[in-house]
């Protein structure tokens, strides 16, 4: 009797690409610098259509659409920024990055290089124990309903997840050393790439402090959804775009290519800017998410990648199969 190893995502990946034409590959990955403006332009009006309505209206129903379109667009920024993690935002390189920082990162707390550092090891390293992010995709911590649901409002991942995307996520996944940098270049790099933050947090409380909204408003209209809206979904959607239904983990390992085409409310809600062609990203990160689409038809009916048709329908799924134990796991991956 033969038996034949499963493939590597790393071997997976390559022998999908390589079915891809060259030609059709530059058109996929063709950018149009005004998008990027474009995308970003319409977030923030957004942004500022739910302070108007918050401030005209300053009653409750008011805030809770404020605080709903707010972080909904802070989401939408934050994928566009993902984008630009890839180069994928703009084709001039530091025009690309500084869209990120300014527009982007510095109004959410973040900064770019520590959003890079962590996401390019996770695209490097997906479907192996080596992935950053792995503690998001398997059920370890997870695997039962309550876990399951404790984990899908970011209170079980929240501590790591932020400690993992500032400098402290170097002690967790160390870089090879290059020789002693003095400690006056780490904090002047430090403050370098925290500028936006340190720029952007005190003026945002200063016009929260010139308008007709309470001080206090900063904290629920701008702090809070970074949270709920924008941190909450993408631990979801990280779950939901790499789990398997399989025990133990490594037995889903070749199967983490997934993409969604959900109903248009849930895509705007876990995955704006297209980013539930998550499958066809990992395979060419570099191409915008507005030719995800083009990819999408590419590569959908390939055997190696799984398409789901709904994020709540494949959450529910999950929820119901819990807990998983070898006997029990689902043998479909969809
Ligand atoms: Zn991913
Ligand atoms: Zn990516």
New binding site residues.
């Given amino acids: 009797m033969t038996t034949t190893t499963p493939m590597t995502m790393p071997e997976i990946e390559r022998r999908i690409r390589k079915s891809i034409a060259p030609e059709q590959l530059r058109q996929w990955l063709t950018l149009k610098p005004m998008r990027a403006y474009r995308d970003i332009s319409l977030d923030w009006l957004a942004i500022g259509l739910g302070f108007a309505i918050a401030a005209q209206f300053q009653t409750l129903w008011s805030y809770a659409i404020a605080l709903l379109i707010i972080g909904n667009r802070q989401y939408a920024l934050f994928i566009l920024a ?1 984008d630009a ?2 180069g994928a935002l703009h084709p001039h390189r530091r025009l690309n990055d500084t869209l990120a920082r300014w527009f982007v990162y510095g109004p959410m707390f973040m900064a770019l290089e520590d959003a890079r550092r962590n ?1 390019l090891q ?2 490097r390293h997906m479907g192996t124990p080596d992935d950053p992010d792995r503690y998001l995709h398997t059920f370890e911590g997870k695997n039962s309903p309550l876990a399951f649901l404790l984990y899908c409002s970011g209170l079980a991942t929240f501590g790591k997840t932020v400690l993992k995307v500032t400098p402290f996520g170097r002690l967790l996944t160390p870089t090879p050393k290059t020789g002693a940098t003095p400690p006056q270049t780490l904090l002047k790099d430090y403050l370098k790439q925290r500028l936006p933050v340190l720029i952007w947090q005190p003026l945002l409380i200063w016009l929260f402090w010139l308008s007709p909204l309470p001080i206090w408003a900063y904290l629920l209209l701008w702090v809070f959804p970074i949270y709920a809206l924008v941190f909450v979904p993408d631990e979801i959607r990280a779950f939901c775009d790499h789990g398997v239904l399989r025990h133990p983990a490594s037995v889903g390992d070749s199967l983490r290519l997934v993409s969604f085409t959900p109903p248009r409310w849930e895509a705007v809600l876990i995955a704006p800017h297209h980013m539930h062609y998550h499958a066809e ?2 395979l060419w ?1 570099a191409i915008p998410h507005y030719n995800l689409h083009l990819a999408h038809r590419g590569v959908r009916d390939r055997p190696e990648i799984t398409v789901r048709p709904s994020y709540l329908g494949f959450l529910g799924r999950v929820v119901r199969s819990l807990p998983l134990t070898a006997k029990t796991a689902v043998v479909s991956a969809k």
Avoid: D, E
Wanted: proline share 11%; glycine share 0%.
């Fill in positions: 993902h993690i890839h996401h996770h695209h990203h990992h990160p």
